[in-house]
């Protein structure tokens, strides 16, 4: 069975709604730690959006399980990665305008850069993962750069339009998975994934670690972020 990581940043973007203290993103994640959460995960943007940098120092220090540290590669925030040292770092591309990490990142395009980022995290004993697509030309650049996890995009199946988009998004993504593990990889996949689309990803094998954060925050509006952490992990079970 495929582990949880809790994406808390937006229990932070509500909070960031008035600038306040409430909803405090550290208790979050220990609720999602108390309801079987295998880790957690908070993105540091650049322009400090959601998650603050008070946010990380206090997850570092206060939760139990592992702190995934998802982070451009800005020298910036590798500086404050290698501060920090969580258990996990991914990287992501990272655009102001976007919502939400649209796409994965390009690592054929900015090898040289990744590698040298990654070099600096695991001197600092960081596990790296790269959030890529599931695009076999990547996931041989992300080994290239030495890289030993990628986590894949799996934006484009969740966003399918269509039934028939949906089944070829999914080989797409069971494929990337098989010359993942190929290369010898460690294999996580996430973004978009919710309590309908979950057990059809959950079902690839090889897949360590599912990464949900927006669906399971929505959820909590209406049941309770325990009982939301907990309904997500009976799906992937
Ligand atoms: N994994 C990565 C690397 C991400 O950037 C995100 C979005 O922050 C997620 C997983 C979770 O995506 P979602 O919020 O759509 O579940």
Request: glycine share 6%; hydrophobic share 45%.
């Amino acid at each position: 069975m495929p582990k949880l990581g809790v994406n808390i940043d937006h229990v932070a973007t509500l909070r960031q709604a008035r600038r306040g203290s409430m909803p405090d993103p550290v208790y979050a994640a220990y609720l999602c730690e108390v309801a079987g959460a295998d880790s957690i995960v908070a993105h540091l943007r650049k322009d400090r959006r959601h998650i603050q940098d008070k946010d990380i120092k206090s997850l570092r220090k206060k939760i139990k399980t592992k702190l995934n540290l998802e982070m451009s590669i800005a020298p910036e925030i590798v500086s404050i990665a290698c501060k920090i040292k969580p258990y996990q770092a991914t990287f992501v591309p990272e655009r102001r305008e976007e919502l939400t990490t649209e796409g994965g990142l390009n690592v054929i395009a900015n090898a040289k850069k990744i590698a040298a980022a990654l070099s600096k995290l695991k001197k600092a004993g960081i596990f790296v993962s790269l959030f890529i697509d599931p695009d076999f030309k990547q996931i041989a650049a992300a080994e290239q750069v030495g890289a030993k996890i990628v986590e894949l995009h799996t934006g484009r199946f969740a966003n399918a339009k269509n039934n028939l988009q949906k089944k070829k998004f999914l080989n797409e993504i069971k494929a990337a998975v098989s010359y993942a593990l190929a290369k010898g990889l460690k294999v996580f996949a996430g973004h978009g994934l919710n309590y309908s689309n979950v057990k059809l990803i959950a079902k690839i094998k090889g897949i360590e670690e599912l990464n949900i954060g927006y669906s399971i925050i929505c959820k909590a509006l209406y049941i309770g972020l325990p009982n939301a952490v907990r309904q997500m992990r009976g799906l992937i079970r």
